[in-house]
């Protein structure tokens, strides 16, 4: 069936560096794909999207990459903070009329001082 | 407005009895959704609004489960004769739509079920 999945649950990265979350799915329909933060105790936050026309998308530190080659796409973060740690989702929009997102299960982002 | 509130933010129940969770969301959103989160786990959408109609609802969402959004406002989510799998974070969202260009949902803080 349809599914949105991480490669990895946990990522330590040290502050200031760079950090690369990585996520796959399966339906290769799949044509809006976004990146939401949740912090501990807090609902998802939207971070970024991507539609499937464009292979690169910035925003204000972060950047998506969409790979429609392999079904990948991943979550770049410049000169992380500790503000940055979390869980990220990457999830779908579903075919339906409601927009539903499917999200995957998540990589849990630590920033090391 | 600040954004989407839930309450209550922690509901401990016994198997069997019922709970209602409220939600308010973002004043001129016409959409609201209702997504269930277990630990470790990503949201699953369970069902959607727009205005007071129920457009959709996920297979996930059993006989025990109600939700309704009398006008088109705020909305709650009743779940009958719980059972300790019923435990998990029950999130709401809501959007402006249709029209709108971006997926983007606005999560409320969640009400965490704990069924004993």
């Known amino acids: 069936g349809e599914s949105v999945g991480l490669h990895l649950p946990t990522l330590s990265v040290q502050e200031g560096d760079n950090s690369i979350i990585n996520c796959a799915y399966s339906n290769s329909a799949s044509d809006y794909f976004i990146w939401y933060k949740q912090e501990s105790g807090k609902g998802p936050q939207f971070i970024i999207d991507i539609r499937s026309n464009m292979d690169k998308r910035q925003g204000q530190r972060v950047t998506v990459l969409l790979n429609k080659t392999v079904k990948h796409l991943s979550l770049q973060i410049a000169a992380t903070q500790p503000g940055d740690s979390a869980v990220y989702f990457c999830?779908?929009?579903?075919?339906?009329?409601?927009?539903?997102?499917?999200f995957g299960s998540g990589t849990q982002l630590t920033v090391l001082p | 407005d600040t954004g989407v509130s839930q309450d209550p933010r922690h509901k401990i129940t016994k198997r069997g009895q019922n709970v209602t969770f409220r939600c308010d969301p973002i004043s001129e959103h016409n959409r609201l959704y209702w997504y269930r989160q277990t630990l470790g786990q990503g949201p699953e959408f369970l069902t959607y609004f727009q205005n007071e109609a129920q457009l959709e609802k996920s297979r996930l969402l059993s006989d025990r489960f109600s939700a309704e959004r009398p006008k088109g406002s705020f909305s709650t989510l009743e779940i009958q004769r719980t059972e300790q799998g019923d435990s998990a974070m029950y999130l709401c969202?809501?959007?402006w739509g249709p029209g709108s260009n971006t997926g983007e949902l606005f999560f409320g803080e969640g009400s965490r079920l704990t069924v004993l």
């Open positions: 969202a809501s959007s």
């Open positions: 999830a779908e929009i579903g075919l339906g009329s409601a927009r539903q997102l499917t």
